[in-house]
C-alpha cells in the first residue's frame, strides 16, 4: 500500500470563493439591474479614467504591503537585506491562497517560506509575517470606533452592524488568544494537548508523542519569533505601523474612483469607514475568501451610502470593485504562485519545505 502522504488541494477552497462571489454578485445583479439601470448607464458620462486610477491603487496597495514586509523583514534579520522588489514579488505571490482562504490565512506560510528562501531565518521570517498581523489588528481595533462614530449618524445598518459586532467580538478574542499565546507558552502547550488527546479519534494516525513533540515545537518557534519581534528596535516597528495607515488607505480609496467613474459622488470618509467595517466583517472565517460576505456587506454598506436615486447602480459598483480588488489579486497572486511552485491547484506545507528550485521568481 502506497503511504506516501498526498499534498493538500486547493481547488474546493478556490472553486467555493470564485463560485460564492460570482453568485452573489449575479443575484444583486437580478434584483438592483433592469430597464432603469440601463437608462440611468445612458444618462451618466462614465468616466474610465477614474477606473484605471482604482486599479493603479490597488497595485499601490501591493508595493506599500510590499514596502512594510521590506522593514520589518531587515528589522528581524539585518543580514537578510531584502529589497523592495524581493518584497513586493512576495506580497504578489501570496495573493492567491490569501483570497481562497477565511481571514486570508492561506497567505502567511507563503510569505514565511518565501522570506525563508531569501536568507531569513525561519523564525525570524515567522515573527515579520505574524508582526504584520499584529499591527494590522492594532491599526483595524483603533480604527472601528472612529468609523461607527462617522456612520452611526448616516442610517441604521440593520444586520450589518450585527455581523460588525460580531466581528469585532471575535476579533478582540482572537487577539486577547494571540497576546496570551506569547505571554503563557506552556500553558498554551498544555491546553493543546488536552484539545489533542480529547480529539485524538478525528486526528490523523500519528502517535501520541509525536504529536505533543510537533506541539511543543511549534508553540516554542511561535512564542521565539514574537520575542525577537518584541525586542527589535522601535524606529522601523513605528515606520511598519506608518506604511500599515498607508497601505489600506490607499485600499480604502479604490471605492471612491469607482463611484466617481459611474458619476457618483465619491463619499470619501464615509467609504473610508464603510470599509473599515467592511474589513472586520470580512474577517470573520465563514468562507473562503469571504466571498459571498464581502458582496452583501458592500451592498448593505454602499447602498445607505448611495441612496435610493441611485441605488440601481448598486450592482455595477460592485462588479468593478470586487474585480479589482479581488479577481485581480486572484489572477495576480496565481501567476507568481504558479511561477514559483509551477502549481496553483497543489499546496500543502510539505510542498513548501521540500521545494528547493534555484530562484523563484526569475
Known sequence: MNNEKKP???KIPMLISITLSIVIIILILFFT???KTIDQLSKVSIKYEFFLVAIILNILYWV???ARMKVLANAMDINAKIGLLESTKIVIANLFLAGITPSMAGG??????LLNKNGMSFGCATAAVLGERLIDAIFILIMVPFALFIFKDIKDLGIISIGLTIGVIVFIIFVILFIYTIIKP???KAFLIYLSKK???????????NIIQRINYEVDEFHNSMYCFKNQNKKPLFLASILTAMFWSVGFLIPSFILLGLGLPPFFLESY???IILLVIIMLPLTPGSSGVAEVGLYGLYGVLIGTSSSTLIGVFIILYRFI????????GAIFQYRIFKSVTSFSMDVLKKHDEDGYIK
Do not use: C
Open 8 to 10: 493538500k488541494t486547493v
Open 33 to 35: 439591474v433592469d430597464v
Open 64 to 66: 506599500l504591503w510590499g
Open 108 to 113: 502567511e506560510p507563503v510569505r514565511i517560506y
Open 186 to 188: 506552556d500553558k498554551t
Open 199 to 209: 480529539f485524538r479519534r478525528f486526528l490523523k494516525k500519528e502517535s501520541e508523542s
Open 273 to 275: 469607514v464603510a470599509q
Open 325 to 332: 480588488s479581488f479577481h485581480m489579486n486572484l489572477i495576480a
